[in-house]
């Protein structure tokens, strides 16, 4: 036990201490019978705190399968607490929750995440420069996730021939977008836009990250068994905080006067993504942009590419009814916004803290919209 203590930083231990705590705290409050507002908030603190570690473990696992592996699994299971509690929404039929988080967990990544390290960085560094090629890449796969909603929908709400087929022609969407994520897995382990050579040019400490590569001031290796166990005891802790969260959901959200999909956009996408994405901001903080940027935009590529998928196609089998990518047009007029904005603001390779001033003000700007519902 001592020589596994030894293996965490500071940061790491108050991590597991964090969700050991509020997940015993989460489900005391559930076994002890305490309202849904306090269950509700418990579990939002516990997922957060779950996500941070899930990532940390998976981060941990990597270091002894290479950078393009590590990137590879960070996709794959990253947004666990967020797979989870998807599926237990659409359990019960809360449709318009998942959609609504799996456009906020975008929303809150290319603009909140993004603007706040923006902001930090560039006010403590001025202008800063970085790389634009891998960036460039992951905004092209956004736009085209921003498709894949915007067509489904205006083919239901324009009365097309197509809207008699809303199930098929998402399912077929779907399958169109795993494709295309497959598809950039070997993209990405060959180091991305510019191949090896530019990967292998980059120096260890210096810029030019790109997705699936390790960031500079790896931390403390843990022995490859703990990080597997620490895996799996956070993922199905993970699962446990998710479906006391999704239960409280509606009694709460109609105790606190909000709506279920103002729930979903922020609530649920902050909690499921903000906190393990905070080594973006760190990154941004220390200057390292390149490093901040490509950490930030590939959660959401994760999620258009593959958990929103994974979710239609696999929602027929444990929802009432299937999760498709015909979408509120509210939704879809933000997540395109979003990612239009935030094209324009990497475009040139170098970002200052006002625009991480103007994607926080727009990201304010469409919660305030659904606050209303």
Do not use: C
């Not at 290319?110 to 603007?115: I, K, N, P, R, T």
């Not at 390290?117 to 560094?125: E, M, Q, V």
């Not at 060959?190 to 699936?212: C, F, K, N, Q």
């Amino acid at each position: 036990m001592p020589r596994i203590i030894d293996a965490l930083e500071t940061s790491q231990r108050l991590a597991i201490a964090g969700a050991f705590v509020f997940t015993v705290a989460a489900g005391l409050t559930v076994a002890a019978g305490a309202p849904e507002v306090a269950q509700f908030i418990v579990s939002a603190f516990a997922i957060a705190a779950l996500a941070a570690v899930v990532g940390q473990s998976i981060e941990q696992i990597g270091e002894y399968l290479g950078p393009g592996a590590t990137g590879l699994l960070q996709s794959s299971l990253g947004n666990l607490p967020e797979l989870f509690v998807a599926i237990f929404a659409l359990r019960d039929g809360l449709t318009s929750v998942v959609q609504s988080a799996l456009v906020g967990s975008v929303l809150a990544n290319v603009l909140l995440v993004l603007g706040v390290a923006f902001l930090s960085g560039g006010a403590r560094h001025g202008i800063q420069k970085f790389r634009p090629e891998a960036p460039r890449m992951l905004v092209t796969l956004l736009t085209l996730a921003v498709g894949a909603t915007l067509v489904p929908t205006l083919a239901a709400r324009l009365a097309t021939p197509a809207a008699h087929h809303t199930k098929a022609l998402s399912d077929a969407t779907a399958v169109i977008l795993l494709l295309v994520y497959l598809a950039s897995i070997p993209f990405w382990l060959s180091g991305g836009p510019g191949g090896r050579d530019r990967a292998d040019r980059a120096s260890p400490g210096g810029e030019g990250a790109t997705v699936g590569t390790s960031p500079p001031a790896t931390p403390r290796r843990w022995p490859l068994r703990m990080a597997v166990i620490v895996l799996v005891v956070t993922g199905a802790a993970s699962a446990a905080a998710s479906n006391w969260f999704v239960s409280s959901l509606i009694p709460a959200t109609v105790a606190l006067g909000i709506t279920p999909e103002f729930t979903g956009l922020v609530i649920v996408a902050i909690a499921s993504n903000a906190v393990e994405n905070f080594v973006g901001v760190r990154f941004a903080w220390k200057a390292r942009s390149d490093y901040a940027i490509s950490t930030i935009l590939t959660s959401p590529l994760q999620i258009t590419l593959l958990l929103t998928p994974v979710l239609v196609i696999s929602s027929a089998f444990f929802g009432p009814e299937q999760l498709t990518l015909v979408f509120p047009p509210l939704l879809v007029a933000a997540l395109a916004v979003a990612v239009v904005v935030t094209a324009v603001v990497i475009y040139d390779g170098e970002y200052s803290w006002l625009e991480g001033v103007a994607l926080i003000a727009l990201y304010a700007i469409i919660a305030a919209a659904f606050w209303w519902g």
